[in-house]
């Protein structure tokens, strides 16, 4: 048996169906690492009271003689974005620091439902602002690999959480890459699902138009569990798709051999750091000797995706965050009138870059500038989508760097809001043309890990997960563990 | 490129947020320096470019009934919980408009 802290979903669930192992051995094996080591690295907010309890139920379902599925007696965290009834939903924010949600996100219903314990929830940064989780109102998460180092962000707690052995699987939300950059500076697997097939009922609103709710894993194969339970159309999110469900994931073929494989010529290009574009292409050798075929794709607006990119995300930020008026919950400071109690909860309770973001966004929308700012970002969006379409008439995937850089020191890009921005240029474009992005890890600079982006067709999850499987069952880079002191 | 302190003032009143003289310091430096980057934006030709409003990809069945769904006991106890400001189960908000008659 594997040492239980890094027992991957599949081998966990086979053991606990099998009757080998109880989900609260397994629960509780988590917990005491959790409490040994998470003082270091602050993945988590908030542990649940509930999650023995939970395993208890999981337990018994299955001496009850029940059929249960693969996220049955599975410990996860839940990013605190992401409303799980009993725990708070903090959004990484002082203004909802108190907040109780008053129902469970369709996701985490999907996985209750399964059977899945909800050990509790993670940090990140504040509204799922920042790249480094350095924006949460309650403390920066460390990398596992090295504490001095940021785990990445948004989703920073889940991926840390993940790769620190405290759970084998997280959910967090993708904006511009919050799942995926995370999931390559900790050395996990994470998803961005296809803009709409992951419902966003109970997902706090960031930027709509951009929010996902996505998986991260050890291996790819646990990604594609998580993703398979939580994906399909769920009524209470208008934007959610009705496109028919995965097939199951025994149905994805084991070889890759015959995938097309675009190489995007406005991504490898000089200044790209030598260390990264040389995993990167390691990994496509490997995908190449599987018997995938590789070119090379042109995306010829990737250059203005940055800009577009920041802008539709003030614009949409901005309006969803003056939901948090003082009135209906989180922080209020009354005022003498309405404009002081709005002006003064929000003044005390948002960090720097949600107000930042407010009034960038209140900036772009106001009047006069609409049509030089959101009009034209949407308008660019829609010739990055074009960039894609055409693409993928040639290839099956595309692949990237996921980060342009391994994980900085904490502290290094906190003052510079831009250059925190740029270390987003990879994933922003997945989250632009609503296409599914995965990120796998496929090397080593520094001693910290370095991840493979693979972007797909919308709603073709599978092939990315065909090409990440394969991937791993040739390589070994996911069986590294950090050493925790 | 710097915004002055009058238009970081107007922006943070739009977004209702009250910020500190450091604030409106700092700011003035760091939403310079970010409008400066996106308007790069305004080199592409998107002349006719249908915008991308959605971010869905694929047709969305968005229309639906307007239909009052009832919640149950539990979820209508969380949300009358989760307001600043309420007696029993009376939520109180501040006055939208004044009452000008007794000035």
């Known amino acids: 048996m594997t040492d239980m802290a890094h027992m991957t979903i599949a081998e966990a669930g086979r053991l606990f169906r099998a009757k080998r192992l109880s989900s609260r051995e397994l629960t509780q094996a988590c917990l005491d690492r959790i409490a040994m080591h998470d003082p270091s690295v602050h993945a988590f907010l ?33 990013k605190s974005i992401i409303l799980v009834k009993g725990l708070k939903a903090t959004a990484g924010s002082r203004i909802l620091e108190d907040y109780q949600p008053p129902y469970d996100a369709t996701a985490v219903e999907r996985l209750r439902r399964a059977g899945a314990v909800f050990l509790g929830m993670t940090n990140m940064d504040e509204f799922a602002m920042g790249s480094s989780t350095e924006n949460s109102a309650f403390g920066p998460t460390k990398n596992p690999w090295n504490l001095e180092r940021v785990p ?75 993703f398979q339970t939580i994906h399909g159309r769920d009524p209470r999110d208008a934007t959610s798709s009705s496109e028919a469900a995965m097939s199951p994931i025994s149905s994805i073929p084991s070889d890759v051999n015959g995938l097309r494989l675009g190489i995007p010529k406005e991504y490898f290009v000089e200044g790209m750091d030598a260390d990264i ?17 590789v070119c090379e794709v042109s995306l010829p607006h990737a250059e203005y ?8 995300v003030f614009c949409e930020e901005s309006s969803n965050l003056s939901r948090f008026d003082g009135m209906r919950y989180g922080h209020s400071a ?27 966004g209140s900036y772009a929308l ?95 999850e599978a092939t990315l997960f065909r090409l990440g499987m394969h991937y791993q069952s040739v390589t070994d880079w996911h069986l590294r563990r950090p050493t925790l002191a | 490129m710097q915004l002055t302190t009058e238009e970081v003032r107007r922006i943070a009143t739009l977004g209702r947020l009250e910020l500190t003289e450091d604030e409106v310091e ?13 308007a790069k934006l305004q080199e592409v030709d998107t002349k006719g470019i249908e915008e991308a409003a959605y ?49």
């Open chain 1, 366 to 460: 106001s009047k006069g500038y609409y049509d030089a700012y959101y009009k034209k970002a949407l308008q660019v969006r829609q010739l990055i989508r074009r960039d894609f379409e055409e693409a993928f008439k040639d290839v099956d995937a595309i692949v990237t760097p996921t980060s342009p850089s391994v994980a900085w020191k904490l502290g290094e890009k906190v003052d510079d809001p831009l250059t925190m921005y740029l270390s987003d240029i990879y994933t922003i474009s997945a989250n632009l043309a609503g296409i599914p992005g995965m990120s796998v890890p496929c090397g080593f600079v520094q001693n910290l890990p370095v991840g493979l982006q693979l972007m797909g067709r919308p709603f073709d």
């Open chain 1, 334 to 360: 009354p005022g003498k009138d309405l404009l002081e109690t709005y002006m003064r909860t929000r003044g005390e309770a948002f960090g720097p870059e949600p107000k930042r973001r407010i009034m960038l």
């Open chain 1, 152 to 226: 990445g962000g948004t989703s920073g707690g889940s991926a840390a959480a993940v790769a620190a052995g405290f759970v084998p699987g997280a959910l967090g939300s993708d904006t511009g890459g919050s799942v995926r950059q995370p999931a390559a500076l900790c050395g996990v697997v994470g998803l961005k699902p296809t803009y709409g097939r992951v419902s966003r009922y109970g997902l706090i609103a960031a930027a709509s138009s951009l929010d996902n709710v996505g998986p991260l894993a050890r291996t790819v194969e646990d990604t594609a569990l998580l």
């Open chain 1, 305 to 312: 995706a940055l800009a577009a990119f920041y802008i539709i």
């Open chain 1, 277 to 293: 574009r040389a995993s990167v292409m390691d990994a496509v050798e490997t995908l190449k000797r599987g018997g995938a075929e």
């Open chain 1, 46 to 78: 908030e542990i649940s009271e509930t999650a023995l309890a939970e395993a208890d139920a999981a337990d018994a379902r299955l001496a009850s003689g029940e059929e249960l599925p693969p996220l049955a007696g599975i410990p996860l965290g839940i």
């Open chain 2, 55 to 103: 971010g869905s990809v694929a047709e969305i069945a968005a229309l639906r009934l307007d239909e009052a769904v009832r919640s149950d006991a539990d979820t209508h106890t969380r949300l009358l919980e989760a307001f600043p400001s309420r007696q029993g189960n009376l939520l109180e908000v501040q006055a939208v408009f004044a009452d000008r008659s007794v000035e």
């Open chain 2, 26 to 38: 700092r700011y003035r430096t760091q939403l310079g320096s970010v409008l400066e980057y996106v």
